[in-house]
């Protein structure tokens, strides 16, 4: 089992501002363009380096304790959940493993320890306070991490201290981590008519400290760490053409939860009870880590805006807000929203605002894992092809 040294301190608060666009009711902040509601503040990291892993002699390895706040204005509206994310910038970094994963219930203080693999497992030399749901985990086995915290109460998620632990694989030489810190949030779907919510990055500059001595090289197999694919949270935007394309749809769905084991939501799925469908669309597509569109004749009408507008009012009024999410945030919305063409369809029925030919559109050829490949790789984060690591120094090649 590695041997965990004694914890380097790396000062480093930093402030990630939470702020809303509500259409300049309020005064807007200088910086951000918009009306505060607060924000995540971190702490001092600790960082431990780590002694015989086996991720490689090149290779060192830091376990990483991280500590934030949520900080909110007295009179910022309610956040339905929060999330904070940190990016690994630069040199070949994986993070590979962090805590909490998923939290679905109240969960007591519990205590960890490191595996030969740097996967964090029951034991006692790590401790991890008591955790409140809901927290969702993303990112393990890349170059970024991200922490939802969710609540379905009506003051929505509560301010205060948060801890986190990851662990790190980086180059071994010793160079400073660059790292993008973000945050996301968004607002009960009662304000969401009223409040955007938006959101500034910060750059972070991590000085590493001095890496553990004697790291045992790894056989040729577990040079790499085991990555481990996202939980991500998927919602499935579809046009009722007729009963065979909703019965499509149903399929596909079903496989995406019964053989992938993806979080999936659909609207057949939540008619449990009276519902306003309005309200239910906003609150699905701005609480999915990626929106599914799929692709069909009539899914291409309403996108392209050719259709009756007293004819399938509900897609009209989904496809609205994907439009109003694009336009608000082109970059972050263009990696969430995945069209999706079924068997016996066509990229012809991908709406034109999705850029069926100029972005990435995914194919199914089949319900089966060969059929889905792509589309399923993105989802869980798996790529086909990583990226090699790079060599410490550039080679040199002699004169002449």
Known sequence: MPTIEEPIEIENPAEVSLYVDDGGHRGADADTGGVGVGCVRLRNWKMHPVRGHTTGEDSAAFLVKINYELVLEPDAVPLSWFEIGFEFEDAPITVVDAIPRLVTTAEQPRSFDLDDHLDLV???????????????????????????????????????????????????????????????????????????????????????????????????????????????????????????????????????????????????????????????????????????????????????????????????????IVKELLHTDRREWTTRLLPVVLPGHSIAEIPVFLQPLSADHYTIDSLDVAGAEDLIRVLTARIRHPRPRRRDTILELPTA
């Open 122 to 320: 029951a034991g006692q030399a790590i401790h991890l306070p008591a955790t409140h749901p809901s927290v969702h985990l993303f990112g393990v086995g890349g170059a970024e991490v991200r922490w939802r915290h969710s609540s379905r109460l009506p003051d929505g998620v509560s301010p205060g201290a948060y801890t986190a632990w990851l662990t790190l694989v980086v180059p071994r030489r010793r160079t400073p981590l660059r790292v993008e810190v973000s945050a996301r949030f968004d607002v009960p779907v009662e304000e969401a008519l009223f409040y955007q919510p938006g959101r500034k990055p910060v750059q972070l500059t991590v000085p590493l400290p001095e890496p553990a001595p004697d790291t045992p090289s790894a056989p040729p197999s577990a040079v790499a760490p085991a990555t481990k694919p996202h939980d991500p949270r998927i919602f499935i935007s579809y046009a009722w053409d007729d009963s065979d394309h909703l019965e499509a749809v149903l399929r596909f769905a079903e496989f995406l939860v019964r053989d992938v084991g993806l979080d999936v939501h659909l609207d057949r799925w939540d008619v449990d009870r009276r519902r306003d469908w309005y309200n239910w669309a906003i609150g699905e597509l701005t609480s999915a880590d990626f929106v599914i569109v799929i692709a069909s004749p009539l899914c291409r009408e309403v996108g392209d805006g050719k259709i009756d507008s007293h004819r399938n009012r509900g897609l009209q009024s989904e496809i609205a």
